[in-house]
Nanobody, 115 residues
Framework: QAQLVESGGGLVQAGGSLRLSCAASGAFPSINAMGWYRQAPGKQRELVAAITSGGSTNYADSVAGRFTISRDDAKNTVYLQMNSLKPEDSAVYYC?????????WGQGTQVTVSS
């Protein structure tokens, strides 16, 4: 069964860093792009960063210059390095994988940034 497993969330002080990981396991079809989304209480889920199979990346304006997305295809894993974290970055972060015919979501990992 194809699934995405996230890890790396937690509690950090403002200005700190966290690194999220998302590993694709099981019978995954070919993945075209992977991305990180987040959802804060009372808000819609929003794109944070995405990376294509060719390595092209895009970022939300609110995280550009602070967050970096990368992928290790040998490990079927995507990472999100988050630096200079702010309280407004607090949310549940979800990993998403896009294949040719479908998409998959991870279960989410909580990131809390204290002021």
């Amino acid at each position: 069964q194809a699934q995405l497993v996230e890890s790396g969330g937690g509690l950090v002080q403002a200005g700190g860093s966290l690194r999220l990981s998302c590993a694709a396991s099981g019978a995954f079809p070919s993945i075209n792009a992977m991305g990180w989304y987040r959802q804060a209480p009372g808000k819609q889920r929003e794109l944070v960063a995405a990376i294509t199979s060719g390595g092209s990346t895009n970022y939300a304006d609110s995280v550009a210059g602070r967050f970096t997305i990368s992928r290790d295809d040998a490990k079927n894993t995507v990472y999100l390095q988050m630096n200079s974290l702010k309280p407004e970055d607090s949310a549940v972060y979800y990993c998403k994988a896009d294949t040719t015919w479908s998409y998959y979501w991870g279960q989410g990992t909580q990131v809390t940034v204290s002021s």
